[in-house]
């Protein structure tokens, strides 16, 4: 009943920014956190990026300096603005939340995915 959805990516020239967004929707009491992780081809999915309720914030070494996680708790969405992008970040960056609570579960929630490309 829970469902995470992405917007935001698309194809981008390196040094360019993106700001990805990503709303968690349906009867939702509490989550602990949610993230983004990313997969690149011929890739293994990575994380990038987690943020807490509490604001309590993990960044990849890739990735730190030049992204950043920002939270919603009362819209259940989170962010992630993308600045200096380099055609390795090139990947499908898929959204999740752990910990969501609702009225009958709990548990860990992904999100579709979207396609972030660097390229010239």
């Known amino acids: 009943q829970v469902q995470l959805v992405e917007s935001g990516g698309g194809l981008v020239q390196p040094g360019g920014s993106l700001r990805l967004s990503c709303t968690a929707s349906?009867?939702?009491?509490?989550?602990?956190?949610m993230g983004w992780y990313r997969q690149a081809p011929g890739k293994q999915r990575e994380l990038v990026a987690t943020?807490?309720?509490?604001?309590?914030?993990n960044y990849a070494d890739s990735v730190k300096d030049r992204f950043t996680i920002s939270g919603d708790n009362a819209k259940n969405t989170v962010y992630l603005q993308m600045n200096s992008l380099k055609p390795e970040d090139t990947a499908v960056f898929y959204c999740?939340?752990?910990?969501?609570?609702?009225?009958?579960?709990?548990?860990?929630?992904w999100g579709q995915g979207t396609q972030v490309t660097v390229s010239s």
């Open positions: 943020i807490t309720r509490y604001g309590s914030t």
């Open positions: 349906g009867r939702i009491f509490s989550f602990y956190a």
């Open positions: 999740n939340a752990e910990g969501v609570v609702t009225m009958g579960s709990r548990g860990d929630y």
